[in-house]
């Protein structure tokens, strides 16, 4: 009923740059928060930032001040910029977002399949 397409990932030097984009589609009535998850090797998921459909957002401590994320309502999308990358970064990216589905009252609980981020040294 709703997919999330996440793109953008891709190998980069460390001190480089990425923008993520994720892209919800299918029978939507409405979209609460959105966010970006990353999961590397051997460690579990962890939140890397939300916004909220007002635009409220909120940060991984190791991410303040070098991500960025926004969202465009009108086209169900957010986005990720991601600065001065290191190679801690190295993770899987998971798009999120909570989603009304039209002709429901309840909430749902959407996921990306997923795009690599690979920084190096």
């Known amino acids: 009923q709703v997919q999330l397409v996440e793109s953008g990932g891709g190998l980069v030097q460390a001190g480089g740059s990425l923008r993520l984009s994720c892209a919800a589609s299918g029978n939507i009535f409405s979209i609460n928060g959105m966010g970006w998850y990353r999961q590397a090797p051997r460690k579990e998921r962890e939140l890397v930032a939300i916004v909220a459909s007002g635009g409220l957002t909120k940060y991984a401590d190791s991410v303040k001040g070098r991500f960025t994320i926004s969202r465009d309502n009108a086209k169900n999308t957010v986005y990720l910029q991601m600065n001065s990358l290191k190679p801690e970064d190295t993770a899987v990216y998971y798009c999120?977002?909570?989603?009304?589905?039209?002709?429901?009252?309840?909430?749902?609980?959407?996921w990306g399949q997923g795009t690599q981020v690979t920084v190096s040294s």
């Open positions: 999120n977002a909570d989603v009304v589905v039209v002709g429901t009252y309840s909430l749902g609980d959407y």
